[in-house]
């Protein structure tokens, strides 16, 4: 069964300053999907990112980005230029590519405060 | 806006009762997954339809169970409430495999 983990349970940044999440999963399928959602005070679930295990290149969406080690099974979010908005939890998520269901696998999430 | 519509935002109701949580997928999508968030729990997923029909099971209890209509809403019903029931309750929508899930804004279940 995969799994997915993310080690910080809570981290914080200054504005305008870059953060990083970690996140590792377990797996012993070769093609996957991962993604990243934020999750702010609102509750509502957004969809940040979204990487495919078979291309190589990081994906980035404006100020974020994915520093994405299939070997290590890492993939950790990159937010540059923080902001009072991107405050919010942040949940790693693992999905298969073939066979059976397409659910989404979360990891346990990171609180993100970005502060002033 | 995600376009996925759930309702009711807010339930309010005691235990052993029953009720019914709607949820209405983006335009086109053909998949349904359901998740439960609890704070000791995270989120759990409970169960996916995929046009009509049931695809996958997750950690959903037996009280519990969900369909998909013909005009792809969904509702998961709820029974015999107890307290540690008491969640937020997700519905999200994928138009195929691999594609980004589209997460309602969730009803806030309250079970007293």
């Known amino acids: 069964a995969q799994t997915v983990t993310q080690s910080q349970p809570e981290m914080s940044v200054q504005e305008a300053e870059t953060v990083t999440l970690s996140c590792t999963y377990d797996?012993?399928?070769?093609?996957?999907?991962l993604f990243w959602y934020k999750q702010p005070p609102s509750r509502q679930m957004i969809l940040v990112i979204r990487?495919?295990?078979?291309?190589?290149q990081n994906a980035t969406e404006n100020r974020f980005s994915v520093n994405f080690q299939k070997a290590a099974k890492s993939f950790s979010l990159k937010i540059s230029d923080s902001q009072l908005g991107d405050t919010a939890m942040y949940f790693c998520?693992?999905?298969?590519?073939?066979?059976?269901?397409?659910?989404?696998?979360f990891g346990t999430g990171t609180r993100l405060q970005v502060f002033p | 806006d995600s376009g996925v519509t759930q309702t009711p935002k807010h339930l309010i109701t005691a235990t052993g009762q029953r009720v019914t949580l709607r949820c209405s997928p983006r335009?086109?999508?053909?998949?349904v997954y359901w998740y439960q968030q609890s704070l000791d729990q995270g989120l759990q997923f409970l169960i996916q339809?995929?046009?009509?029909?049931?695809?996958a099971k997750g950690n959903i209890l037996e009280r519990f169970s969900a369909q998909q209509f013909p005009d792809l809403h969904s509702e998961l019903n709820l029974s015999s409430l107890e307290l540690g029931d008491s969640a937020l309750y997700f519905c999200?929508?994928?138009?195929?495999?691999?594609?980004?899930?589209?997460f309602g804004s969730g009803t806030q279940l309250s079970v007293l």
């Open positions: 990487q495919e295990a078979y291309k190589q």
């Open positions: 999200a929508s994928s138009a195929d495999r691999g594609q980004k899930l589209f």
């Open positions: 998520a693992f999905m298969k590519h073939l066979g059976g269901t397409d659910k989404l696998i």
């Open positions: 797996t012993s399928e070769n093609n996957y999907y």
């Open positions: 335009s086109g999508d053909l998949s």
């Open positions: 339809y995929y046009n009509g029909e049931e695809r």
